[in-house]
């Protein structure tokens, strides 16, 4: 595995293959997929319809970027330290979002967290970066 350190001695993401963020609630289940393409990151929002008996990811939105900005993002929201998090739904909170990450990043270190109503710390830095991605907004 490769691992850059910074000033924090925090281990840093260098690379990825793919980082799939897949968030539910009532009324609607999404998939937000990060993949690396022809040396660009490629973000793909997809809408899970249930269909024949089984889900289907029908695509809502895609857009690309520069490989170094799905990293920044990936390093500034700490995603690394989100592997093992299982956020429990709280206690008198009826419903709400759930989420899932699934991710392989520097070679073949897997991400995996999830939670209902219960979040990493930086998740909404992190939807709000992919929000900007999809849409070409300025994300700094």
Same mark, same amino acid.
């Given at each position: 595995?490769?691992?850059?350190?910074?000033?924090?001695?925090?281990?840093?993401?260098?690379?990825?293959?793919?980082?799939?963020?897949?968030?539910? +609630?009532?009324?609607?289940? =999404?998939?937000?997929?990060?993949? $690396?393409?022809?040396?660009? &990151?490629? /973000?793909?929002?997809?809408?899970?319809?249930?269909?024949?008996?089984?889900?289907?990811?029908?695509?809502?939105?895609?857009?690309?970027?520069?490989?170094?900005?799905?990293?920044?993002?990936?390093?500034?929201?700490?995603?690394?330290?989100?592997?093992?998090?299982? +956020?429990?739904?709280?206690? =008198?909170?009826?419903?709400?979002? $759930?989420?899932?990450?699934? &991710?392989? /990043?520097?070679?073949?270190?897997?991400?995996?967290?999830?939670?209902?109503?219960?979040?990493?710390?930086?998740?909404?830095?992190?939807?709000?970066?992919?929000?900007?991605?999809?849409?070409?907004?300025?994300?700094?």
């Amino acid at each position: 595995m490769i691992f850059h350190k910074t000033a924090g001695d925090a281990a840093q993401i260098v690379s990825f293959e793919i980082v799939t963020l897949r968030t539910s +609630g009532m009324r609607y289940t =999404g998939e937000t997929e990060i993949v $690396m393409k022809d040396g660009k &990151a490629e /973000v793909s929002q997809y809408g899970i319809r249930f269909t024949q008996n089984e889900d289907r990811r029908v695509l809502e939105k895609r857009a690309v970027c520069d490989e170094q900005k799905a990293l920044k993002l990936f390093n500034d929201c700490r995603l690394l330290s989100w592997n093992g998090f299982n +956020g429990p739904h709280p206690k =008198g909170v009826s419903d709400g979002t $759930m989420f899932s990450l699934n &991710a392989l /990043v520097n070679g073949d270190k897997r991400i995996r967290a999830s939670g209902s109503e219960n979040f990493p710390k930086h998740y909404r830095d992190f939807t709000n970066g992919l929000y900007a991605i999809l849409n070409d907004t300025k994300q700094d």
